[in-house]
T-cell receptor, first 115, second 114 residues
Framework: AQKITQTQPGMFVQEKEAVTLDCTYDTSDPSYGLFWYKQPSSGEMIFLIYQGSYDQQNATEGRYSLNFQKARKSANLVISASQLGDSAMYFC????????????FGGGTRVLVKP | GAVVSQHPSWVICKSGTSVKIECRSLDFQATTMFWYRQFPKQSLMLMATSNEGSKATYEQGVEKDKFLINHASLTLSTLTVTSAHPEDSSFYICSIQGISDTQYFGPGTRLTVL
């Protein structure tokens, strides 16, 4: 069975600083996808970044980058230059196999950005 | 990305009544939609995978007769919570499988059963 683990239930970060959110996964499938979503207090799930298991380079999207360490089975999210609007829950998720398959979510990490 | 809407955004109902939640893909034809449930301070749990024109695939432990899913078109899937009880109170979120291998989520529906 596949499993996603986020070990940090919550963390504070100073505005303008970088923060790293941990995510480890467990799967025996060679093909999988890793996602990060942001969930503000409004409840909507906002897609941030995606990493495919065969991607050679770490994914980046603006201030978001994914530190993909395949051998360690980790996919940490790095948010650079934190902003107050980054305060939210962050979920790591994994899709096993081909596109169209279901996602399994980690427990989430709550980030609070301090001014 | 893809734009997904849900209606209603919140609903309060009496115990024993049925509630229908709509999930619409506004700019993408979605052959597959997913329904999730999220309890307070918890993560998302997949309830079922909704396939256009066929029966939904339910996750283990989800009662298909209680959570009826209809995916009648490429832009609309509905979740009906039948004979709702207070323990069904939750945040229900749908998603669609869009292009570039990503699921895009609706804004969610908060259900409160009294």
């Amino acid at each position: 069975a596949q499993k996603i683990t986020q070990t940090q239930p919550g963390m504070f970060v100073q505005e303008k600083e970088a923060v790293t959110l941990d995510c480890t996964y467990d799967t025996s499938d060679p093909s999988y996808g890793l996602f990060w979503y942001k969930q503000p207090s409004s409840g909507e799930m906002i897609f941030l970044i995606y990493q495919g298991s065969y991607d050679q380079q770490n994914a980046t999207e603006g201030r978001y980058s994914l530190n993909f360490q395949k051998a360690r089975k980790s996919a940490n999210l790095v948010i650079s230059a934190s902003q107050l609007g980054d305060s939210a829950m962050y979920f790591c998720a994994m899709r096993r196999g081909a596109a169209g398959n279901k996602l399994t979510f980690g427990g989430g990490t709550r980030v609070l950005v301090k001014p | 990305g893809a734009v997904v809407s849900q209606h209603p955004s919140w609903v309060i109902c009496k115990s024993g009544t049925s509630v229908k939640i709509e999930c619409r893909s506004l700019d993408f034809q979605a052959t597959t939609m997913f329904w999730y449930r999220q309890f307070p301070k918890q993560s998302l749990m997949l309830m079922a995978t909704s396939n256009e024109g066929s029966k939904a695939t339910y996750e283990q432990g989800v009662e298909k007769d209680k959570f009826l899913i209809n995916h009648a078109s490429l832009t609309l899937s509905t979740l009906t919570v039948t004979s709702a009880h207070p323990e069904d109170s939750s945040f229900y979120i749908c998603s669609i499988q869009g292009i570039s291998d990503t699921q895009y989520f609706g804004p969610g529906t908060r259900l409160t059963v009294l």
